[in-house]
T-cell receptor, first 108, second 111 residues
Framework: KNEVEQSPQNLTAQEGEFITINCSYSVGISALHWLQQHPGGGIVSLFMLSSGKKKHGRLIATINIQEKHSSLHITASHPRDSAVYICAVRRNNNDMRFGAGTRLTVKP | DVKVTQSSRYLVKRTGEKVFLECVQDMDHENMFWYRQDPGLGLRLIYFSYDVKMKEKGDIPEGYSVSREKKERFSLILESASTNQTSMYLC??????????FGQGTRLTVV
């Protein structure tokens, strides 16, 4: 079983919809990252969380350490949000484990 | 502006060739990582390094080696390239317990 599970695997939304991507993990972590990967491969770090909630523009990330669960929310989604979103956990030995990614397509 | 730079975006190599993938970061980070990314499998750690000349095996080190002679540079070496090493390779760097920064990726095709 993968140490980091993301859902859904694929997500198609209409422009303006509220989107949620979920991440569950089974190992002890020091931090959780949400990453965005656009076509062509480049990866951008969106958030690093160790507790609570962070907000950046239309993006919100939350983490519940007790439940080992994190969510990434996108409000008022836009076609330019179309990308693969990856959940990654930094384990206590400092290496990272990744979910398989969620491919988001936002249609105009 | 922080930067992790990988030497090539696309590479095509022949089976049996020795392949070098280079990664350079300009942030004075102590930690550097090499991952490969395959459809349905996500990113998997090949090797990481937490200091110059130090290296640790990740989940899939077989067929690979690494070199870190200088803090800013972390090289991934495919000793004898095989077709099952066709993949996207991503380098990352970080300070301990902080955000990781990724390179743009190298898409390697072994024919």
């Amino acid at each position: 079983k993968n140490e980091v599970e993301q859902s859904p695997q694929n997500l198609t939304a209409q422009e303006g919809e509220f989107i949620t991507i979920n991440c569950s993990y089974s190992v002890g972590i020091s931090a959780l990252h949400w990453l965005q990967q656009h076509p062509g491969g480049g990866i951008v770090s969106l958030f690093m969380l160790s507790s609570g909630k962070k907000k950046h523009g239309r993006l919100i990330a939350t983490i519940n350490i007790q439940e080992k669960h994190s969510s990434l929310h996108i409000t008022a989604s836009h076609p330019r949000d179309s990308a693969v979103y990856i959940c990654a956990v930094r384990r206590n030995n400092n290496d990272m484990r990744f979910g398989a990614g969620t491919r988001l397509t936002v249609k105009p | 502006d922080v930067k992790v730079t990988q030497s090539s975006r696309y590479l095509v190599k022949r089976t049996g060739e020795k392949v070098f993938l280079e990664c350079v970061q300009d942030m004075d980070h102590e930690n550097m990582f090499w991952y490969r990314q395959d459809p349905g499998l996500g990113l998997r750690l090949i090797y990481f390094s937490y200091d110059v000349k130090m290296k640790e095996k990740g989940d899939i080190p077989e067929g690979y080696s690494v070199s870190r002679e200088k803090k800013e540079r972390f090289s991934l070496i495919l000793e004898s390239a095989s077709t099952n090493q066709t993949s996207m390779y991503l380098c990352a760097s970080s300070r301990t317990y902080t955000e990781a920064f990724f390179g743009q990726g190298t898409r390697l095709t072994v024919v």
